[in-house]
């Protein structure tokens, strides 16, 4: 019965009362459908904002690896609008995700799972279910992450209700990470070899690439002075 | 059918409510029914605040009830007003007792045949959106499991109606949260510019930015999207009152790094 469902989820969501809210929807995302752990990811037509919360080192690592590399299961969740279901990722079915995977696996998650969070037709992020060793959700996890979804997806809208005009509900801020260090080294990197910001940002990805490190860390060098994008060869400095 | 059953079904009832595209004064009178089957009160009434603030009553198990709450509201005194105002529960266990502050609502509840009376709150996250009123026709206090339950309906019903809320404006609230994020974005690479072109860290150069927005009256908004899309040079901007940034400086930095 879906009822039975959502009100054991809203009774552990209205439960209890220490904790951020969006840490707490992340923690009873991960509990109510037996996972090691989850995370939500906002998303826009542009691609991934960053994390919303996560429930454990994994997950966090999990949510960057996404939002770095560009693939993994919440971004096809969102870009698809459907469940995106992979138990092994060490022995995919369909080959996919070949930079998230290894890193991932080295992480410790083993099967991964994307929802997509909507409200109705609005839709704006994914959930993240991860387990530490292989198996597909049975169908009851299955439902319950669906639900969990709807639920969290409702609860993101109504949390942002209360924000300020013009701002970004501070509850959804405490805990997120929306990766505005990228942000503000495309304004350098602009700066540096007069481009626009949308340039600097292509350029930011491509250095991350080539040399195979996080995006966030060479976003880290550049605003820490350690990296300039104005030398020769588009980038020096970068130790390593 | 057990009381327990009926509970739990109650609540089920209020849950299923939220995939559905339901009607709030529905759903709220289902709960003042099921107030009276299952908690063994003579009668159940909820009011919601307005956007004004001001209660209104959203529903009632008889008619004798809606009358005793438009009554409150219009006479500004009882129990559902107080339990709104302090988002506290409420009780008095006899109403003849005079004791409890609504001297022309008292009157009017024991001559609609009521003597006793508990409010509780509907409140999520510290925002009280209504009360739910349970009138008894015997004095006493209510006992503690039936307070539990009917708080339990109160949190529910809550829930049900913000997320409703939430769902109908789902695409003006998604907009919002988008639009605040873009902007906050905006200024991120806002400052990242200003730090690089002026030699400054983050936190001096969101300060030039600020202080330029304050000194030309102009949003923190439309200084950095000038300053992203090239209409506004960098070379332009005010100097913040950082002793780092450089040159006159009319009043004592409000960081001493």
């Known amino acids: 019965m879906p009822g039975e469902r959502r009100l054991r989820i809203l009774a552990r969501l209205t439960g209890g009362t220490s904790g951020a809210e969006t840490s707490r929807l992340c923690r009873v995302c991960a509990d109510i459908t037996g996972m090691s752990g989850a995370g939500i990811m906002l998303m826009s037509e542009a691609g991934p904002r960053g994390s919303l919360c996560t429930t454990d080192e994994v997950s966090a690592l999990i949510e960057q690896l996404q939002y770095d590399l560009g693939e993994g299961p919440c971004l096809d969740a969102y870009r698809l609008d459907r469940p995106v279901l992979e138990p092994d990722i060490r022995r995919p079915v369909v080959p996919r995700w070949l930079a998230f995977s290894g890193p991932a696996l080295g992480a410790g998650a083993r099967a991964v799972f994307g929802f997509p969070l909507r409200v109705g037709s609005v839709r704006f992020g994914a959930l993240n279910l991860f387990r530490d060793r292989p198996g597909t959700l049975d169908a009851d996890q299955h439902a319950d992450a669906l639900v969990m979804a709807d639920v969290a997806a409702q609860s993101i809208l109504l949390l942002q209700a209360g924000a300020p005009p013009g701002q970004v509900a501070a509850e959804l801020e405490a805990g997120a990470d929306f990766q505005y260090v990228v942000h503000q080294a495309a304004g350098m990197v602009a700066a540096q070899i007069d481009v626009s910001v949308g340039e600097a940002l292509v350029r930011l990805h491509a250095h991350a690439f080539s040399h195979d490190r996080p995006l966030t860390d060479v976003a880290r060098d550049v605003v820490g002075r350690v990296t300039r994008f104005d030398e020769s060869d588009g980038a020096t400095g970068s130790p390593g | ?257």
């Not at chain 2, 909820?46 to 004004?52: F, K, Q, S, T, Y």
């Not at chain 2, 009830?65 to 008095?92: H, K, S, W």
């Not at chain 2, 150069?205 to 209409?231: E, K, Y």
């Open chain 2, 1 to 257: 059918m057990h009381k327990e059953t009926l509970l739990a079904r109650t609540l089920v009832k209020l849950a299923d409510t939220l995939v559905d595209d339901f009607d709030v004064v529905e759903l709220l009178t289902l709960l003042t029914d099921r107030c009276v089957d299952v908690l063994g009160v003579a009668a159940a009434g909820i009011m919601l605040a307005a956007a004004e603030g001001d209660l209104r009553v959203m529903a009632s198990s008889s008619e004798a009830m809606r009358v005793l709450e438009l009554f409150e509201i219009q006479a500004q005194e009882g129990p559902c007003l107080d339990c709104y105002g302090t988002g506290a529960p409420v009780a008095n266990p006899d109403l003849a007792g005079g004791d409890h502050g609504w001297p022309r609502f008292g009157a009017e509840a024991i001559a609609a045949g009521f003597r006793s009376v508990s409010a509780l709150p509907m409140v999520l996250r510290g925002r009280v959106i209504g009360a739910l009123n349970l009138f008894r026709v015997e004095p006493g206090e209510m006992a503690n499991v039936d307070l539990e339950s009917a708080q339990a309906f109160a949190d529910v019903a809550t829930i049900a109606i913000l997320q409703h809320r939430a769902a109908a404006e789902a695409q003006a609230l998604n907009d919002q949260l988008n639009q605040a994020l873009n902007t906050r974005i905006v200024i991120e690479q806002a400052k990242g510019m200003v730090a690089e072109r002026q030699g400054l860290d983050m936190e001096q150069a969101f300060g030039v930015l600020r202080n330029h927005a304050r000194s030309h009256n102009l949003r923190l908004t439309d200084v950095a999207t000038g300053v992203i899309g090239g209409t506004l040079a960098v070379a332009d901007l005010d100097r913040a009152r950082w002793p780092q940034a450089g040159r006159r400086s009319n009043r004592a930095p409000k960081r001493s790094s």
